[in-house]
């Protein structure tokens, strides 16, 4: 099979080539970076009013591709950036699905096929990439060589093609009579008595989802008059990259601080209530609120970058191995001023982790232990702890085992394992490494051809 190892050489060499260009920015990167800027449907919000619409088939990238990031923010006609404290942007969710060719379907129709992500809430949560206010200062970006592909052929089952959803929640509180009452969805500020689908709240359901949905009202102040409807849009932008067999593709899970692990219709709730702490609570130093959980994931492999999304309250989620070892942390970053990104009292940015490939390794079914905290000097509703984790399969560690190869294989690793937060410097010995990386290729090469059908193939 001359052929075919010669092709396979070649790939190494356009692997380490890309991983080391790319190495240095991830956002500058050699492969040639797409990105594609869209608008939602328009949506109109008045005074104290709220939207949470669901809009398929949305405007994306199509073809078998590598999705690198997505950010959105909302602006009015004109282009301009809405601040939070005049549209709160409680949440987006993008999900894909896939639709019958030439018609349109939503969730609920039989011909409505899901193309979710891996997991863990079985029945809710299912998106790619979602946030809420922290959307403008938070980063999304997979490093190299990772990334989400999407669009395969062999995946669109036939007669379908591969489409998104965008669900957007929006709460316009200009002219409120309390924002954050208004931002955290309490039920006695809205006009409502039941829930979106007609059945009772229950008496000890005081804020959240359920008194905020499409086309209620936030209480306005007294003698306001409003009236003021806004024409708005969420503005996306979307980068990625043709898919090649060089990039390493992830699976996105996401934790719930909520689950109970039973992997049932109810076992994610997505929001729950923090309640005010107690004179003990402030006696002892602080009042925190700790929700926590423990959760399975059913797929291995090595987490490339991961994120929280919590509420104003948050102030930090984490993510832990069964054996206690922290895998990903993530931080809120407030706001302290009037202007669009820096909105006083707002979770403006969330920080994402993104773990040295091969340092926050998870084994299948691993249990994991979620963790979300929040300030509870006083009472929040409606308030998430929601953690993303994007795992990929190991880059193949077990094929460069072999004892002779093992000096080139360790620069084949190190090269691997650094990007994208390699030093400095690196373009200066990279041809050095590319020719021993070559030579271990060939080696392993001949060593996995008798040891056909072990291990991850990449090459
Ligand atoms: C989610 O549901 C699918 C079937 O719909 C099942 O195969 C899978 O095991 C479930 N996930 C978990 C984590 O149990
Ligand atoms: C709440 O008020 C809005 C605006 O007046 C109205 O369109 C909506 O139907 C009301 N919702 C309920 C549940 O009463
Ligand atoms: C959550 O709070 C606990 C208890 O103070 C602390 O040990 C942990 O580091 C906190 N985690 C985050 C992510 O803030």
């Not at 797409?34 to 008045?46: I, T």
């Not at 919590?310 to 931080?331: K, P, T, W």
């Not at 202007?339 to 773990?355: D, F, H, L, R, T």
């Amino acid at each position: 099979m001359q052929h075919s190892q010669l092709w396979t050489v070649l790939a190494a060499v356009l692997l380490l080539t890309t991983v080391v260009h790319a190495s240095r920015d991830p956002e500058r990167v050699d492969r040639s970076i797409k990105s594609s800027v869209f608008l939602s449907p328009p949506f109109f919000l008045r005074e104290g009013s709220v939207e949470n619409k669901y809009y398929y088939d949305i405007p994306f990238p199509r073809g078998h591709i590598a999705l690198k990031s997505f950010n959105a923010e909302v602006v009015d006609e004109m282009g301009f950036s809405i601040p939070l404290h005049e549209t709160y942007l409680h949440h987006w969710v993008i999900e894909r699905y896939y639709g019958p060719k030439g018609t349109q379907v939503d969730r609920s129709s039989s011909k409505f096929i899901s193309g979710r992500n891996a997991g863990v809430c079985n029945y809710t949560l299912g998106q790619y990439f979602g946030l809420g206010s922290e959307t403008r200062k938070t980063s999304t970006w997979i490093p190299e060589p990772y990334a989400i592909e999407i669009g395969n052929p062999t995946e669109i089952p036939s007669g379908y093609e591969e489409r998104w959803f965008l669900n957007v929640h929006a709460i316009d509180t200009r002219g409120v009579k309390d924002k954050s009452g208004c931002t955290e969805c309490k039920c006695s500020l809205y006009n409502v008595t039941k829930d979106e689908y007609g059945r009772s709240l229950g008496n000890n359901y005081i804020g959240g989802l359920r008194c905020c949905y499409d086309q209620t009202q936030c209480q306005l102040r007294k003698g306001f008059k409003g009236g003021n409807v806004r024409k708005l849009y969420l503005r996306y932008t979307v980068k990625w990259v043709e898919w090649d067999e060089t990039m390493v593709p992830v699976k996105v899970y996401i934790f719930d601080a909520t689950d109970n692990g039973r992997n049932d219709r109810y076992s994610c709730k997505v929001e729950y209530q923090v309640d005010p702490c107690d004179e003990q609570g402030f006696g002892n130093g602080g009042c925190l609120d700790i929700k926590k959980t423990k959760v399975a994931i059913p797929q291995g492999g090595d987490i490339v970058y991961g994120v929280a999304h919590q509420h104003a309250g948050g102030v930090g989620a984490a993510l832990y191995g069964q054996d206690g070892r922290l895998l990903c942390s993530s931080i809120p970053t407030y706001g302290d001023g009037d202007e669009v990104g820096n909105e006083a009292g707002y979770i403006v940015g969330m920080s994402s982790c993104y773990p040295k490939p091969g340092s926050a390794q998870v084994s299948d079914g691993e249990l994991l232990t979620v963790v979300s905290n929040y300030s509870n000097t006083r009472l929040h509703t409606g308030v998430m702890g929601l953690f993303y984790i994007f795992v990929a399969e190991p880059i193949p560690q077990q094929n460069l085992v072999l004892p002779r190869a093992q000096t080139q294989d360790k620069s084949i690793m190190h090269i691997l394992s650094s990007s994208p937060w390699v030093a400095e410097g690196m373009n200066y010995w990279w041809a050095f490494v590319l020719v021993g990386g070559i030579m271990a290729v060939v080696i392993v090469i001949s060593y996995r051809r008798k040891n056909v059908g072990q291990g991850y193939q990449t090459l």
